[in-house]
């Protein structure tokens, strides 16, 4: 298992050399690893807030958690010009906190730390205190709940990306929440290869080419690792 472990880490340092256009795509399962609790999942904050019951014992405030091996990776390939863009479905804030330049970055369920202008979809800190928009809209809480419409702006340029990405990296989702789940398939269509890291079936498993069932942080750290020395960089 070891050896193939290696061997498929090899391969995937090996599709982000030769990809003009890698995109990631990341859910709950990249920031569990940082011991946050997932939010929408079956025993999630929110699944357990809308069925009136507290957070489990022992959960950490979502701000005092940190970015982890994972993020901190997705990071050093940003920095290696090897991240064209990043779809989050995550709200926790960590890619950002972690150093994702916001450009490459679309949050597909918003970010608790922010507010969004309900008329021109425009964001802000939320700790800036604002209520009205220039545009006379009112600030609300950009993270989306359950049926409510994405922020079309992250929604529109997710598609585009992963129209145009030729390697497409999910990390940490079970890929079941649509329209997002839909993203690997468009990149597919279009002919990128892809791979998933997920502790967990998917539904895509059979259409990847190339298959992770250990955690992000494990897998990661030693790509881009690989990933430096195909690049020239020697430690
Ligand atoms: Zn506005």
């Known amino acids: 298992m070891g050896d193939d472990l290696t061997n498929r880490i090899q391969t995937l340092a090996q599709w982000l050399y030769e990809s003009r256009y890698p995109v990631f795509f990341t859910g709950a399962g990249i920031s569990t690893e940082s011991g ?13 807030r809308d069925k009136g019951l507290p957070p489990r014992p022992g959960t950490p405030a979502w701000d005092s958690v940190h970015p982890n091996k994972g ?11 090897k991240l064209r863009f990043l779809i989050s479905q995550n709200v926790d804030n960590l890619h950002l906190k972690s150093g994702i330049r916001p450009e490459l970055l679309a949050e597909l369920h918003g970010n608790i730390t922010k ?6 979809g ?5 700790s800036l205190g604002l209520k009205v928009c220039d ?26 990306h992963s129209q145009k990405c030729d390697l497409f990296i999910v990390a940490g989702s ?8 839909n993203m690997p398939r468009e990149a597919l269509k279009a002919g990128a290869r892809l791979v998933i890291i997920n502790q967990g079936e998917t539904p895509l498993d059979r ?17 881009v690792k690989r990933l430096k020395n195909l690049m020239g960089f020697f430690e």
Do not use: M, Y
């Open 36 to 48: 946050l609790p997932d939010f929408r999942g079956p025993d999630g904050l929110w699944t357990r």
């Open 71 to 81: 993020h901190l990776a997705i990071v050093e390939l940003q920095n290696l010009g």
């Open 115 to 120: 507010v969004r202008c309900d008329r021109c």
């Open 122 to 126: 425009k964001t802000l800190d939320r």
């Open 135 to 160: 545009c006379g809209g009112r600030f609300v809480p950009s993270v989306v709940d359950f049926g409510q419409p994405l922020p079309e702006k992250d929604l529109v340029l997710s598609f585009e």
């Open 174 to 181: 079970s890929l079941v929440v649509t329209p997002a789940a």
């Open 207 to 223: 259409s990847a080419h190339l298959r992770f069932n250990e955690p992000t942080g494990e897998v990661l750290p030693r790509v």
